[in-house]
């Protein structure tokens, strides 16, 4: 089994930054992609980011390409996504996820999920 954690999410005004991190433990050597997924109120859940384990191979949705970044240090088992330039319509609930392929794109790609953490972009 693999446990993620995640942490960083918070309150910001529109235009500002946040760094969301992802912790993991367990069968971590298990681990090729690790991802970031979102659910807005009412929405279903969609893909932001994912990070392959080698390669240095990444994807994002398109709606956070060049205001997010996800990177990752293999090392910590730690995935990071920089936000950048929030919107409003970026707050929700962040979800790290983790499994086996080299990347991927939906959410039934990944095995492991964390709790989730709160983002919002006051306008």
């Known amino acids: 089994q693999v446990q993620l954690v995640e942490s960083g999410g918070g309150l910001v005004q529109a235009g500002g930054s946040l760094r969301l991190s992802c912790a993991a433990s367990g069968r971590t050597f298990s681990i090729g992609a690790m991802g970031w997924f979102r659910q807005a109120p009412g929405k279903e859940r969609e893909f932001v980011a994912s990070h392959s384990r080698t390669g240095g191979s990444t994807d994002y949705a398109n709606s956070v390409k060049g205001r997010f970044t996800i990177s990752r240090d293999n090392a910590k088992n730690t995935v990071y996504l920089q936000m950048n330039t929030l919107k409003p319509e970026d707050t929700a609930v962040y979800y790290c996820?983790?499994?086996?392929?080299?990347?991927?794109?939906?959410?039934?790609?990944?095995?492991?999920w964390g709790q989730g953490t709160q983002v919002t972009a006051s306008s």
């Open positions: 996820a983790a499994g086996s392929r080299w990347l991927g794109t939906r959410a039934d790609q990944y095995d492991y």
